[in-house]
C-alpha cells in the first residue's frame, strides 16, 4: 500500500512565526504535491515537485515556499505564517502514470 | 478556462440503496480521471480511476462510467453503506499537460441514512 505521511495533523502557530509541514512518502514516487483545502474553494496547488531540488509553482504559491532535497521528502514553507493561511494542508505523491496518494492531513491554525 | 465540476453538491440515501455521484468535465482532452472520497478529518482516499479507451470499470461496490460524447463522469456505489458517508470528488488529467497534475472537482457531500 501507499503511504503519505505527514509530520503533523494539527498545528496552532502565532501571526508572523515560520512553519515548517513535512511530507514523506514510501512508494519512491517522482511527483509530490502540496495543496491546501478549503470550504467552498476545494483542492487548490500550492507548489510541486517532480524530482530532487526541483520544484514548481501551482495555483496559490504566494506566501509559501518549498524543498525536496530528497525524493522522499517534501517540505511546505511558510516564511512568515498568516491568518488567511489557517487551512487543511495535504500533501500528495505520485509516479509518472499513476494517480495521487494523498496524507491524512494537517489541519494549521494561524492566530 | 477548463474546470471540473458537480451535478449535485448533496446526495441523501438510504442504506442499502445504490448511489449515483455525477460529475461534468470541460477538457475535452482530458484522458485520465479519478475518484476519490474524503471523510471528514482526513485526506481524501483514491477509489477507483479510469482512462479514456475506457467507458466502464469497475472496483469493489463501485463502477466508473465515463461518457466521453457529453463529458460526463459517474461514480455508482452499490449497496450503499453508512460507512460510505463522505465528501466524493472527481478529478481529471490530461497526460500532454504538466507533470500529471489534476484538475479536481469541488465534491458531493453523501449522506446514508440508516
Known amino acids: 500500500d501507499v503511504k503519505v505521511t505527514q509530520s503533523s495533523r494539527y498545528l496552532v502557530k502565532r501571526t508572523g512565526e515560520k512553519v515548517f509541514l513535512e511530507c514523506v512518502q514510501d512508494m519512491d514516487h517522482e511527483n509530490m504535491f502540496w495543496y491546501r483545502q478549503d470550504p467552498g474553494l476545494g483542492l487548490r496547488l500550492i507548489y510541486f515537485?517532480?524530482?530532487?531540488?526541483?520544484?514548481e509553482k501551482g495555483d496559490i504559491p504566494e506566501g509559501y515556499s518549498v524543498s525536496r532535497e530528497k525524493k522522499e521528502r517534501f517540505s511546505l514553507i511558510l516564511e512568515s505564517a498568516s491568518t488567511n493561511q489557517t487551512s487543511m494542508y495535504l500533501c500528495a505523491s505520485s509516479s509518472s502514470t499513476d494517480t495521487q496518494y494523498f496524507g491524512p492531513g494537517t489541519r494549521l491554525t494561524v492566530l | 478556462g477548463e474546470s471540473v465540476g458537480l451535478h449535485l453538491p448533496t446526495l441523501s440515501v438510504q442504506e442499502g440503496d445504490n448511489s449515483i455521484i455525477n460529475c461534468a468535465y470541460s477538457n475535452s482532452a482530458s484522458d485520465y480521471f479519478i475518484w476519490y472520497k474524503q471523510e471528514s478529518g482526513k485526506g481524501p482516499q483514491f477509489i477507483i480511476d479510469i482512462r479514456s479507451n475506457m467507458d466502464k470499470r469497475q472496483g469493489q461496490r463501485v463502477t466508473v462510467l465515463l461518457n466521453k460524447t457529453v463529458k460526463h463522469l459517474s461514480l455508482q456505489i452499490a449497496a450503499t453503506q453508512p460507512g460510505d458517508s463522505a465528501v466524493y470528488f472527481c478529478a481529471e488529467n490530461w497526460s500532454g499537460g504538466s507533470n500529471y497534475k489534476l484538475t479536481f472537482g469541488k465534491g458531493t457531500l453523501l449522506t446514508v441514512n440508516p
Open positions: 515537485s517532480y524530482d530532487v531540488k526541483m520544484k
